[in-house]
């Protein structure tokens, strides 16, 4: 069974919102040092997914990224926790990617990993917060998909999920190979292990051009639907009544009066 | 632009026979931008034929409703809703698209846009036409910085419209429009198969529309503590929802989950507690009339966003409160 | 005859001692290899100088003086009754001879006092941490019981029929066999002994050969039981680790096939195994072990006996998780070192605890869930305090404190540490250090948004992979930023810094805060406060305290600013720990009570007004602590640095 995690390198999305300012023409979010690239949040819980099948099934997983060079720790930190391979699709030679060329690209990439059995994605990009790229590569590549998936197992060969609906859960199943994309109820995801980091040092990751995709260029920029046109920090213009007491009980009463008498109780 | 897209649709969503609250809200803004750039409102719902919802949505605004009749559509699949909403796409040629940035919407949206090749920008928090071009406004990075996008290419530009972004449109029962039958595409077979859906009985009042709600975060420190929002919730008539640590932790469920990737809630009085103000949070709190915050951080983000706040133990804090509330509204 | 009998007897007994020992060597031997450093001549000295004054063991004033009568009068005894009765060489003392024969007497005597009052101490007083006394036990105090009576029989015998025609019986001088000949006459009277010479020779006999056997069978079962440890003990003593207290042992990931910690029985090295054969079940850990004391799974008495019996009965690839202990008693450990302070014989604990965690977490990624977060976020974001609202620099906004680029001749670096710059409590402690610093006028600069965390979260939890990394890169940063004198608030900081970062190449020197408060207040840089403060108890912490000897700085300066001092009944180097070390503060769930809640009351107690700490995860717990036992409005925790800046007037109210 083969495997494969979509993960994005991001900063650090924990990171309060003071470390980061809009600066330029034409704007561009700027981050302070102290904000680490870090592996998307969801993304996480996609490779840990994947990690789980390995563990359960025997399944090898192979890691894929679209990034900068930088990305390449993303994919070692895969490795670290067990992935069996990596590829880093090199994002230079695109420009400005929006997710449906995000998707294209990856959906080239996935293809010359085949065969395979599964994708897994997580729920959305910690940066750029879209939720759509997983669904792309599943209609580039005209396979099933299930979103927002908090359970999954393989049962009888198909993919058994239970995904997020309103008010609670859907059981579906899907064949293989499918899409999944998951969210974060779907498990805790692991630590690295020092065994996979010692045998990680030994592994190459390549990086992949267009023409190891073969996709030209302009395909991929002929995909593009969005443009980031604007970029600003939200301004909250709000200033909070700090309501005190003798005291936290005391505080906590005055809070109600408060209340009452802004007629918001 | 292909000049033969025109006008707006949008996407309703029913529930239990009923249209839900972001329909009203997808109706405003579809209003707004239909007429700006020219061209009907649509609205496109699924699973019944002419009724009481096809009315509702001409009450609320629609000039045209197309309804696809077919039955297996009443509660939402999702290739079969994709191949319905392209096919109508297709068939009526609208130069925007709007989706709420529901749990359903988060699943279709994609996928029509996918399908029928448009741009999609998703959780928008406002869209407006820019000198004939249009543009969304939506969080990004958690919601610490805000993105304007315009879109490229040709046919529709599918959006998703945050909840409770918007106000809802308003009601004139006598307004009428046009109601189009339209027949679902002969589609391929799914290949997802619906097994069963499992919908807890909501412990109480859930949070989406409640009047109230009382919110805890990982300052709480145990599921028992939720007890005691609950018991204030209770009172004042609303719900006990939490932040994305809180669920984590086992404490709420999702449904309960207020944030980025939980729901957006607008009610009249958000009370968080142990809550430090993260932006993917305050993404889904930061519409309520009046915010309160209990953190014993004085420099706790949530201050910022809060119309009250006070410094201090929970712990302390809540009693009191509810007690002085039980006394104020009794 | 008999001499040739007795000489024969106990050279078998010592060969058949020494083979046992010999064997015991090489189980300790299928253990890991380890170097010992040091001369071997300088370790025994020190060994033979610390059982001879019992320094330790004094520490318990009832055990130690029982154990006093056992040993010194075994260790006077022994020798001198195989110089005289098998090597059959004179006693030449001259005038002296009397008293030396009071004294072998009066030495019987003690010894069995000591006996007897150990036996009721261990089986009628039963102190909770003697919980494991047994037929052994009895074993050894019998035959030592059966030695001193025997001789005692020896001497008496012969005055019995002497007594009976009204002659001259053993002088009190004699106690031992004046009280015998007392007694053995008085059975004669009554009838139960028969007074006549010829009678009584066989039970002189009797007497001379029990007391001959049951040394040569002490001797022979010395190292089979429970009396191995004046052997073992001793051994362990003088192979004793040197070097810091609390710094930990690397691995070396760049050998062929490096160790991942200790999985099996057989990967723990020979020296551990040597502990654990050393530990005499006294039980004194078990008395001061924090996790203990609130009711956690793990005992360290326990753990090592579980260890020394598995070592003893089972496979050398017996598991020690799970097979030998749970992981519930690994986790529980704060690696507070109170265990090691309190054992006589220098048993370390916290190695092997440390050792089988890194096993759990670096080959098996096993690690207790919220423990595991802050690995990650170790692993991710360089700090452990995932979720954190505070950045590395948010706390010094409006303090004007310049980075070290910024300020390279700056006389100290100030290393806040991840707890001191992000978590809401310790950031106020740090604000304080710093008001109180400048008001010194010390200049000092800060790593701002390039401080790393030192890595000690890692390494206590056992990830020494991850701990190692960061080690490397914040030394080559350090260098690279011209750090040589450090400043640090947090009593973890300081011990990685100063103790454990040398051997990956970052010497420094580090300065502990409270030491650097009060060389400024001796200089006068600060000023002294007047008397009459509020009274104040010190929670000595345990990596500034019990690990690195720092006990008086943080006194003087508490009573430098004015405050009335109280001591904590637990203080100094027995001072008992918050319960946040060893990876506990991001644990919770674990079975058990609450550590910090222990301690809390125990402040509380002193009616003190204010509880300092001096380590920014002792703050943190007391806080907790405190208000768990009602004490809040009471009692209130601060830092040090808190403390002077309230003394001096420094602190401000949005602080």
Not at chain 3, 30 to 46: E, K
Not at chain 3, 54 to 74: D, E, K, M, Q, Y
Not at chain 3, 83 to 107: C, F, N, T
Not at chain 3, 242 to 262: C, K, N, Q, V
């Amino acid at each position: 069974m083969h495997v494969i995690a979509c993960i994005r390198q991001v900063p650090d999305y924990e990171a309060p919102a003071g470390l980061f300012t809009v600066e330029g023409s034409p704007p561009a979010i700027v981050a302070s040092r102290e904000v680490k690239p870090v592996i998307g949040l969801f993304d996480q819980h996609a490779l840990e997914a994947a990690l789980r099948l390995k563990d359960a099934h025997g399944a090898t997983v192979t890691a894929v990224t679209l990034g900068p060079p930088g990305a390449v720790d993303v994919l070692k930190r895969a490795l670290h926790m067990g992935a069996d391979a990596a590829v880093l699709i090199d994002e230079q030679p695109y420009g400005q990617l929006d997710a449906a060329a995000t998707a294209t690209v990856l959906a080239a990439a996935i293809t010359k990993l085949a065969p395979f059995d599964m994708v897994l994605c997580g729920r959305q990009a910690s940066d750029w917060d879209g939720g759509v790229v997983g669904a792309g590569v599943a209609e580039r590549l005209d396979l099933p998909l299930a979103s927002l998936v908090k359970a999954l197992e393989i049962q009888n060969g198909d993919t058994r999920v239970e995904r997020l609906i309103d008010g609670g859960v859907e059981d579906a199943a899907l064949p293989n190979p499918c899409v999944l994309t998951v969210t974060n109820e779907l498990n805790t995801p692991r630590l690295t292990n020092v065994k996979h980091i010692l045998a990680a040092a030994k592994k190459k990751i390549p990086t992949w051009g267009p023409a190891d995709l073969t996709l030209p260029v302009e395909a991929v920029t002929r995909a593009v639907r969005i443009r980031i046109v604007g970029l600003a920090k939200p301004i909250v213009d709000r200033r909070c009544e700090m309501v005190a007491g003798e005291g936290p009980e005391d505080a906590g009463t005055n809070l109600a009066l408060a209340l009452r008498a802004s007629k918001s109780l | 632009m292909g000049t033969d897209h025109t006008g707006v649709l949008i996407v309703a969503e029913v529930s239990e026979g009923r249209l839900t609250s972001i329909t009203a809200e997808l109706l405003a803004v579809g209003r707004t931008l239909a007429d700006d750039l020219g061209g009907p409102l649509g609205a496109l719902v699924m699973g019944g034929g002419p009724g009481e919802v096809t009315s509702e949505l001409a009450a609320l605004g629609a000039d045209c409703v197309y309804t696809i009749g077919d039955p297996t559509l009443a509660e939402y699949r999702p290739e079969a809703y994709t191949d319905a909403v392209a096919a109508t796409i297709a068939a009526t040629r609208p130069s925007v698209v709007l989706l709420g940035h529901t749990l359903i919407g988060r699943d279709l949206a994609p996928r029509v846009a996918f399908r029928v090749d448009a741009g999609l920008a998703t959780d928008c928090i406002a869209l407006a036409v820019d000198g004939g071009a249009l543009r969304g406004t939506k969080p990004v990075y958690g919601g610490k910085i805000l993105a304007t996008v315009a879109w490229e290419g040709e046919g529709a530009r599918l959006a998703t419209l945050r909840p409770k972004a918007a106000e809802p449109a308003s009601r004139q029962p006598d307004r009428q429009a046009t109601i189009v039958a339209l027949e679902m595409p002969a589609g391929k077979p799914e290949r997802a198969r619906i097994l069963s859906r499992r919908r807890a009985a909501a412990e109480g009042p859930v949070i989406d529309n409640a009047p109230v709600v009382v919110s805890g975060g990982r300052g709480l420190g145990t599921k028992e503590n939720f007890d005691r929002l609950q018991e204030l919730a209770a009172l004042l008539g609303g719900a006990v929802g939490g932040s994305r640590a809180a669920t984590d932790a086992g404490w709420i469920t999702s449904a309960q989950q207020v944030g980025l990737t939980g729901k957006v809630v607008k009610p009249r009085l958000y009370i968080a507690v142990g809550i430090s103000g993260a932006m993917q949070h305050m993404a889904g709190c930061q519409g309520a009339r009046t915010l309160v915050a209990i953190n014993t951080d004085p420099k706790a983000p949530i201050f910022q966003y809060a119309h009250y706040g006070v410094v201090g133990d929970w712990a302390k804090v809540l009693p009191a409160f509810t007690a002085k509330c039980r006394e104020l509204l009794t | 005859m008999e001499t040739l009998l007795l000489r024969g007897a106990l050279l078998v007994a010592v060969f058949i001692g020494a083979a046992r020992i010999a064997r015991q060597v090489k189980v300790w031997r299928q253990g890991r290899a380890t170097q010992v450093d040091g001369s071997l001549v300088t370790r025994v000295a020190r060994a033979v100088l610390d059982v001879a004054s019992h320094r330790r063991i004094r520490r318990n004033p009832v055990s130690g003086l029982i154990h006093a009568c056992l040993f010194f009068t075994v260790a006077f005894l022994g020798p001198m009754m195989v110089w005289e009765h098998v090597l059959e060489l004179p006693v030449a003392l001259g005038g002296l001879s009397q008293i030396y024969r009071s004294l072998l007497d009066i030495a019987g005597v003690l010894l069995l006092t000591g006996v007897v009052a150990a036996a009721i101490r261990r089986f009628v007083v039963r102190p909770p941490r003697l919980y494991d006394a047994n037929r052994h036990d009895v074993l050894a105090l019998t035959l030592l019981a059966l030695l001193a009576v025997s001789g005692f029989a020896v001497a008496a015998i012969p005055f019995v029929p002497l007594l009976a025609i009204g002659g001259p019986s053993p002088g009190w001088e004699m106690p031992g066999a004046a009280a015998m000949t007392l007694a053995l006459a008085a059975a004669a009277g009554a009838g139960l002994l028969n007074a006549d010479p010829e009678a009584l020779a066989p039970l002189l006999a009797g007497a001379y050969w029990t007391h001959a056997g049951t040394t040569i069978v002490l001797v022979a079962w010395l190292p089979f039981g429970v009396l191995r440890h004046v052997v073992y003990s001793f051994l362990n003593i003088v192979l004793v680790r040197g070097g810091p207290r609390a710094a930990l042992a690397p691995i070396d990931f760049e050998a062929e096939s490096p160790l991942l910690g200790t999985r099996t029985l057989d990967e723990l090295t020979w020296k551990q195994r040597l502990d654990l054969d050393a530990c005499t079940r006294c039980g004194r850990c078990h008395a001061v072990c924090p996790a203990t004391a609130a009711g956690r799974p793990l005992s360290p008495k326990r753990f090592i006996q579980s260890l020394r019996q598995a070592m003893a009965t089972r496979d050398g690839d017996t598991a020690i998780v799970p097979d030998v202990v749970s992981e519930d008693i690994l986790w529980s450990c704060t690696t507070c070192g109170a265990c090691a302070e309190a054992c006589p014989v220098d048993i370390a604990v916290v190695d092997k605890i440390v050792d089988a965690r890194r096993h759990l977490v670096m080959s098996e990624s096993r690690v207790p869930d919220t423990a595991q977060t802050a690995l990650r976020s170790l692993e991710e974001r360089g700090h452990p305090w995932s979720g954190t609202t505070h950045t590395r620099t948010s706390w010094a906004e409006g303090l004007g404190i310049p980075t070290l680029a910024e300020a390279p001749d700056a006389e100290y670096l100030l290393w806040v540490g991840c707890t001191g710059a992000l978590v809401d409590r310790n950031v106020k402690a740090t604000k304080a250090l710093a008001r109180v610093l400048q008001h010194a006028g010390v200049r000092f600069a800060i790593l701002g948004a390039d401080e790393p965390c030192t890595g000690d979260p890692a390494r206590r939890l056992g990830s020494e992979l991850l701990f190692q990394m960061m080690a490397q890169q914040t030394v080559g940063m350090l260098e690279q930023q011209g750090a040589k004198r450090i400043v640090t608030q947090c009593a973890h900081c300081y011990n990685t810094l100063a103790n454990e970062y040398p051997k990956f190449g970052g010497t420094y020197e580090v300065t502990p805060h409270v030491t650097l408060l009060e060389e400024l207040q001796r200089a006068g840089r600060l000023p002294m406060g007047s008397a009459g403060g509020p009274s104040v108890a010190l929670h000595d912490a345990c990596y500034l305290g019990r690990a690195n000897g720092v006990f008086d700085p943080p006194r003087e300066v508490l009573t430098g600013a004015g405050l009335a001092l109280r001591e904590m009944p637990r203080n100094r180097e027995r001072s008992f720990c918050c319960g946040a070390g060893g990876g506990n503060a991001w644990q919770s769930g674990l079975p058990g009570g609450k550590i910090n809640v222990l301690r809390a009351q125990e402040a509380l107690d002193t009616g003190a007004q204010i509880v300092a700490t001096e380590c920014p995860f002792c703050l943190q717990m007391l806080e907790e602590g405190v208000v768990d036992v009602g004490g809040a409005g009471r009692l209130r925790p601060m830092d040090v640095s808190e403390v002077v800046a309230e003394s001096l007037g420094l602190t401000t109210t949005t602080d």
